[in-house]
């Protein structure tokens, strides 16, 4: 079993930042890539960013130049640095590592909010 554990989420102002980070722990083989995903009010799940385990990274095109991914391999923490937030950008905030094996854990996530 793998834990995962987001942490960072609140309320921010229309242009802020916040700093989210997710710690992964338990049976952990080799993380081959790890991943935030966000899920809004009555919509689908989406991903925000990815990063593999050579460093390759993607980003959602609508999150592009506004989010940074980045990780911590010692530690098996994952992070993401969102600057210029806007009311669009609220949603729950999920970590995802796929593990070389090919199996998947989730977190619980993280409520981000972004309003005056």
């Known amino acids: 079993q793998v834990q995962l554990v987001e942490s960072g989420g609140g309320l921010v102002q229309p242009g802020g930042s916040l700093r989210l980070s997710c710690a992964a722990s338990?049976?952990?083989?080799?993380?081959?890539?790890m991943g935030w995903y966000r899920q809004a009010l009555g919509k689908e799940r989406e991903l925000v960013a990815r990063?593999?385990?050579?460093?390759?990274?993607r980003y959602a095109d609508s999150l592009k130049g506004r989010v940074t991914i980045s990780r911590d391999t010692g530690q098996n923490t994952l992070y993401l640095q969102m600057n210029s937030l806007k009311p669009e950008d609220t949603a729950v905030y999920y970590c995802?590592?796929?593990?070389?094996?090919?199996?998947?854990?989730w977190g619980k996530g993280t409520l981000v909010t972004v309003s005056s």
């Open positions: 338990g049976s952990i083989d080799i993380l081959n890539a």
């Open positions: 995802k590592v796929t593990l070389v094996s090919g199996r998947e854990y």
């Open positions: 990063i593999t385990r050579g460093g390759i990274t």
